[in-house]
């Protein structure tokens, strides 16, 4: 993990193809999806203990989320999202939508 590059252009919302996939999510690799600012909450982690917020469907509140800038990475590989003009970003299903 580290801090992210300045200056930077955030681009948060994000549209672009599934180039990988994990095995609990309906996208197939080739889809086209879109990402908004909110790219995970302890309601993408699949977890059924939801914090308050969540349970409200106010993820972006949530003292776990993970938005498409300038947030850590969870789990083993670390980094950190640096908006939408990079190559990459990990998202959790709940976050991608389908586009077309
Ligand atoms: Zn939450």
Redesign the pocket.
């Known amino acids: 993990m580290g801090l992210l590059k300045r200056p930077a252009i955030p681009r948060q919302e994000i549209v672009g193809t599934v180039a990988a996939r994990g095995d609990k999510t309906d996208h197939q690799i080739g889809d086209r999806v879109g990402v908004g600012y909110l790219a995970s909450?302890?309601?993408g982690t699949g977890g059924d203990d939801?914090?308050e917020?969540?349970k409200k469907d106010e993820?972006r509140f949530?003292?776990?989320?993970f938005v498409t800038f300038d947030s850590p990475y969870q789990g083993g590989r670390g980094g950190i999202s640096e908006g939408g003009f990079v190559d990459r970003i990990r998202v959790y299903d709940d976050f991608a939508f389908k586009s077309k």
């Open positions: 909450s302890c309601r939801l914090c917020w969540c993820g949530c003292p776990k989320k």
